[in-house]
Nanobody, 124 residues
Framework: QPVESGGGSVRAGESLTLSCTAS????????VAWFRQAPGKEREAVAC????????NYANSVKGRFTISRNYDNNTVYLQLDSLIPKDTAVYYC???????????????????WGQGTQVTVSS
């Protein structure tokens, strides 16, 4: 299973870099998405990246502030969080799924390879 890291407590306007890695290298073959779940709210997708790395997509709430990328050499997917605001406070999860089209990423459920999550807390 993938493992997330990089979460923490920051002030509004600051940045964090989340990492998602897996020892079995299967992550390199998967489309990957980052989801988040705030207390009392449903889990939502914030960004996805295709297995080719050529296609990315973002939720409107994070567009222009978050950046998803991947490194095939170390089997890791990153989520750069800039200009953080208190509403970004949540547990962040990475998830993978196999998609036949390597230039596709999806912002919906249907992912079957989940990490345990990492907490991001943003104070004002």
């Amino acid at each position: 299973q993938p493992v997330e890291s990089g979460g923490g407590s920051v002030r509004a306007g600051e940045s964090l870099t989340l990492s998602c890695t897996a020892s079995d290298r299967i992550l390199n073959s998967y489309g990957v998405a980052w989801f988040r779940q705030a207390p009392g709210k449903e889990r939502e997708a914030v960004a996805c990246i295709s297995s080719s790395g050529n296609v990315v997509n973002y939720a409107n709430s994070v567009k222009g502030r978050f950046t998803i990328s991947r490194n095939y050499d170390n089997n890791t997917v990153y989520l750069q969080l800039d200009s953080l605001i208190p509403k970004d406070t949540a547990v962040y999860y990475c998830a993978g799924r196999f998609l036949p089209d390597r230039d596709m990423c999806v912002m919906t459920q249907g992912y079957d390879y989940w990490g345990q999550g990492t907490q991001v807390t943003v104070s004002s």
